[in-house]
């Protein structure tokens, strides 16, 4: 539990860094480390939503199969086949860019 102890601070330190409470309407400390968190995946994947969109839908399948989700789990499992078999991220969420 150390490890994930660590890194709840780890993002909570990320949020005072990158000024989160400024920029997002809400105190609540799950939306701004999930702010926070999403700003470090963008990074790392150099901006490339569909880098980081796979990369997020991957850790959603994780967190859930780890969490005993596993209905949940399956449907982020199939985004996760749809993204690797070349669809994009837009068509895979449903998302209408109409």
């Known amino acids: 539990m150390a490890d994930e102890a660590g890194l709840g601070k780890f993002i909570d ?3 005072n860094e990158y000024f989160m ?3 997002v ?3 609540d400390k799950t939306i701004l480390r ?3 968190l999403g700003i470090m995946i963008s990074k790392m994947c150099d901006w490339d939503g569909e880098e980081a969109g796979l990369f997020c839908v991957r850790a959603l399948y994780a967190a859930l199969e780890d969490s ?3 209905d949940a ?3 982020a499992y199939d985004m996760v086949n749809l993204l690797e078999g070349g669809d994009n991220i ?3 969420l449903g998302v209408s860019t109409e």
Do not use: F, P
């Open 13 to 15: 330190s990320k949020v």
């Open 21 to 23: 409470a400024d920029h």
């Open 25 to 27: 309407e809400s105190t």
């Open 34 to 36: 999930a702010e926070a």
């Open 68 to 70: 005993n989700w596993s």
């Open 73 to 75: 789990a399956g449907a």
């Open 90 to 92: 837009t068509n895979v």
